[in-house]
């Protein structure tokens, strides 16, 4: 069993907008609730999921505003502050920590592409020194399909060596299994969170701290069961329900992935607003939405949003 403070199932928490193209606050937090109640054991707001690099700073800092007085926890929330400009994600830290938020989620800054390690390391020491908070907990974000920016291993050594007390994870989404449990043994005071759902118990068998995932926006019930199955040590449950937990993710990522969890959403509370996604991204079609929820039930899962 992990030791870490951060560990478990996390959703990488979509983002509602309303009709006028506001993030729709009643909305985000019906679904957070449900989040919470189905099981998970914190949400990850404003990452790739959350269409983020489509909000200004302003929004996202509204936003949370609104998260946390319409009663989220703060300890239960990860937040997504990765920029491209360090002052933008400094802006962004520093709210979160007066807000009482201390653990955040960064991509390195993605604009330029074939950086040397200790370009990258100064700009996360650059972020960390600006704050200057001993509250602040960083996990670093490795989604190098999306960023084309890999933090690498010799990234984490520098950090890990300057700042032992502050940077306390990564989440890894590049899909790759093998380089997450290599992440985990390389990496043992680090809690490593897989992107990847289907990822999820051999994440855990090998140290790792849990999932922060897409599709636990949906499923996020049915991973729980998994994880307090593995720390009960039932691993005929665990593997028996990484059947649906699989199924699931492998259902959702046939279609753009934002959009098709936005779309089983609407349908499932009846509310044609929540498929809406900011440019450039676009909403499914009818036909696509009706095989996502198809594919969905084929794999015996059904989105039932009341509580």
């Not at 403070?5 to 449900?34: C, F, K, M, N, Q």
């Not at 509370?269 to 996502?292: G, I």
């Amino acid at each position: 069993m992990s030791d870490h403070a951060a560990r478990g199932i996390y959703a990488a928490v979509v983002t509602p907008v309303d009709e006028a193209g506001r993030i729709s606050v009643e909305r985000y937090l019906a679904h957070a609730r449900w989040l919470l109640a189905k099981g998970c054991h914190g949400l990850g707001i404003f990452g790739t999921t959350s269409e983020t690099q489509a909000f200004s700073v302003a929004e996202r800092q509204e936003a949370l505003e609104a998260f946390l007085a319409g009663g989220v926890p703060a300890e239960k929330v990860i937040l997504g502050v990765g920029c491209c400009a360090v002052s933008d994600t400094v802006a962004l830290v520093r709210h979160a920590l007066a807000h009482g938020v201390t653990r955040v989620l960064a991509l390195p800054p993605f604009f330029y592409k074939n950086n040397k390690d200790e370009g990258l390391f100064r700009a996360f020491a650059e972020v960390i020194d600006k704050v200057a908070d001993e509250r602040l907990e960083l996990f670093l974000y490795h989604f190098p399909q999306v960023s084309q920016v890999p933090i690498t291993h010799g990234v984490l050594e520098k950090l890990l060596a300057a700042y032992p007390k502050t940077v306390k994870g990564i989440k890894d989404s590049s899909g790759n299994l093998e380089h997450t449990l290599g992440l985990i043994r390389t990496f043992p005071q680090l809690a490593v969170f897989a992107g990847s759902d289907q990822h999820l118990l051999e994440v855990l068998k090998a140290g790792g701290a849990g999932t922060i995932s897409a599709a636990a926006n949906l499923n996020c019930e049915a991973s729980r069961k998994v994880f307090d199955a593995f720390e009960k040590g039932d691993m005929a449950a665990a593997e028996a329900g990484m059947e649906l937990v699989t199924a699931v993710r492998v259902a959702v990522q046939r279609f753009p992935l934002m959009p098709g969890l936005k779309a089983v959403i609407a349908a499932g509370r009846k509310d044609p607003q929540w498929a809406v996604v900011r440019p450039p991204l676009m909403p499914l079609e009818e036909a696509e939405t009706t095989e996502l929820t198809g594919a969905l039930e084929a794999a015996g899962y059904r989105y039932e949003p009341a509580l």
